[in-house]
C-alpha cells in the first residue's frame, strides 16, 4: 500500500512525531482507534492559525509543526499525516480553495478575499476505504464562531461543515486542487502566489509570512 513512506516533509521517524503518537502505538488499540484518538489530539492541541504562513520547506516538515502550539491547516494536515502513517495507517494530503463566511473581517482585510487557498485537509484509509477529515479548527476556536468542532468515527467523512449552528453559511468549498502522496511545497507556493499576489510580493526571502 503506498502514502505509507517516511518523507522529509512526513518525517514520523523523528523524535517528535516519535513522542507524540506513543499512546497510540500500541496493540491494545485497533487501527480505527488509533486514528480517532490522533485526529482529536492534532485538532486540538494546536490552534488553528490562518495567518501564519510559512514559506520555507524546512517549516513544512511534520517534526517542525511539532514544535509550535499552532498551526495553519496546511501545517495541521502534515502534522497528523505523519502521525498515521507512524501508527501504519496509509494517509495523504488533499488541498483545495475554500471560501468562509463566517468571522472573516479580519480576513477579507488581511487577504483581500474571504477565500483560502491552499486549504489543506487528510485521506486516510481505514477499513477498506478512504476517509476525509480536515482537523484544522481546533474546539475551543469551533465554540468561539458558534460552530459545531468536527467530530471523527473512523466510519464517516469528517469536512467543514457548510452551516454554523444557526443555520448561517459557514465554509463553502470552491475549488479541489486533489490529493497528493508528499507535500507538494512548489504547488503550494504558487497557488499562494496566484491567490495572494500582494501579499507574497513583500514576502521574498522570508521563512514565515505573519498578517
Not at 52 to 71: C, F, M, N, P, T
Not at 152 to 160: K, P
Request: proline share 3%; with cysteine.
Amino acid at each position: 500500500m503506498e502514502y505509507l513512506e517516511h518523507t522529509y516533509y512526513l518525517d514520523y521517524k523523528s523524535k517528535e512525531i516519535q513522542e507524540l503518537i506513543e499512546e497510540f502505538d500500541t496493540q491494545d488499540l485497533s487501527s480505527k482507534e488509533k486514528a480517532i484518538g490522533w485526529y482529536y489530539k492534532v485538532r486540538d492541541q494546536w490552534k488553528y492559525d490562518p495567518y501564519s504562513i510559512h514559506l520555507s520547506k524546512e517549516k513544512y516538515r511534520a517534526s517542525e509543526v511539532a514544535k509550535q502550539d499552532y498551526g495553519h491547516c496546511v501545517d495541521k494536515s502534515i502534522l497528523l499525516i505523519a502521525g498515521l502513517r507512524a501508527l501504519g495507517i496509509p494517509a495523504r494530503i488533499h488541498l483545495a480553495k475554500v471560501k468562509n463566511h463566517i468571522a472573516v473581517e479580519r480576513l477579507t482585510e488581511k487577504f483581500g478575499t474571504n477565500e483560502l487557498a491552499p486549504h489543506g485537509m487528510v485521506d486516510l484509509f481505514l477499513e477498506g476505504k478512504w476517509l476525509k477529515v480536515s482537523p484544522a479548527f481546533n474546539k475551543a476556536l469551533c465554540e468561539k464562531c458558534n460552530v459545531a468542532p468536527l467530530d471523527f468515527d473512523g466510519e464517516q467523512d469528517s469536512m467543514f461543515h457548510e452551516y454554523d449552528r444557526v443555520g448561517n453559511v459557514f465554509m463553502e468549498y470552491v475549488e479541489d486542487y486533489g490529493h497528493f502522496e508528499d507535500v507538494p511545497f512548489e504547488f503550494m507556493i504558487a497557488t499562494l502566489e496566484t491567490n495572494y499576489p500582494d501579499i507574497m510580493k513583500i514576502s521574498e526571502g522570508l521563512e514565515m509570512l505573519k498578517v
